[in-house]
């Protein structure tokens, strides 16, 4: 079946720890890749998309994506985590021409001050 | 520019009514598309509208439906509410109907409690 499995349901990590979150997809053709981040009481917002090109993709906040097309993967990094980053982190994929966002079932990231 | 807008943000309503929930889109966006997000099911993806014509359907029974009027503002209704329809909706917003450069922008959510 079609799905995106993001592999931690939740991660503790403490401040300056490095963060890598991972993301799989099991849609075939071409698709288009998105990481979303809930802070607590806030609503969705897009760290970063990866549409075409470079397979590394920078976004805000200091995060990272890569792009394996061998792996069907997209896992989300940052070198360097903060107390501010503890969120809800979403894996996301479209199809190409197509607005039907399929997402992960998320990962609850906690950063210990 | 204004994010994406939805009314109203909390509603409480019993089995068996009906509800309507607002989304105002970023102002020249033409997609609005609906999710419903819920602690067991996450965020699951009921349908796209584009020019005022739904484009794609999520896997949603018939009593979850919607409409985008001209100036690109859309509503979702529920009838016959059943308790497990409590979750959050989403609405989000993007500039065309999917391509390999367009992005999604949601609102704030309207949180729906059926008792």
């Known amino acids: 079946a079609q799905s995106v499995s993001q592999h931690n349901h939740h991660v503790i990590l403490s401040e300056a720890a490095s963060l890598e979150l991972g993301c799989n997809y099991s849609?075939?053709?071409?698709?288009?890749l998105f990481w979303y981040v809930q802070y607590p009481g806030q609503h969705l917002q897009l760290l970063l998309k990866?549409?075409?090109?470079?397979?590394l993709v920078k976004g805000i906040k200091g995060f990272e994506a890569e792009f394996i097309k061998s792996k069907f993967s997209f896992n989300l990094r940052k070198p360097s985590v903060q107390w501010s980053d503890t969120a809800e982190y979403f894996c996301?994929?479209?199809?190409?021409?197509?607005?039907?966002?399929?997402f992960g079932a998320g990962t609850r990231l906690t950063v210990k001050p | 520019k204004a994010g994406v807008t939805q009314t109203p943000r909390y509603l409480i309503k019993t089995r068996g009514q009906q509800v309507t929930l607002s989304c105002s889109p970023i102002?020249?966006?033409?997609?609005v598309s609906w999710y419903q997000q819920t602690p067991g099911q996450g965020l699951q993806f009921l349908f796209e509208?584009?020019?005022?014509?739904?484009?794609n359907k999520g896997n949603f029974p018939g009593r979850f439906s919607g409409r985008q009027f001209s100036n690109s503002r859309s509503e979702m209704n529920v009838s016959t509410l059943e308790l497990g329809d409590s979750a959050l909706y989403l609405c989000?917003?993007?500039?065309?109907?999917?391509?390999?450069?367009?992005?999604?922008?949601f609102g704030p959510g309207t949180r729906l409690t059926v008792l």
């Open positions: 102002s020249g966006h033409r997609s």
């Open positions: 509208y584009f020019s005022e014509t739904q484009r």
């Open positions: 996301a994929v479209t199809l190409y021409n197509n607005n039907d966002m399929r």
């Open positions: 849609y075939g053709g071409t698709v288009n």
């Open positions: 990866y549409f075409s090109g470079d397979p």
């Open positions: 989000a917003s993007s500039s065309t109907a999917g391509g390999s450069t367009d992005t999604q922008y």
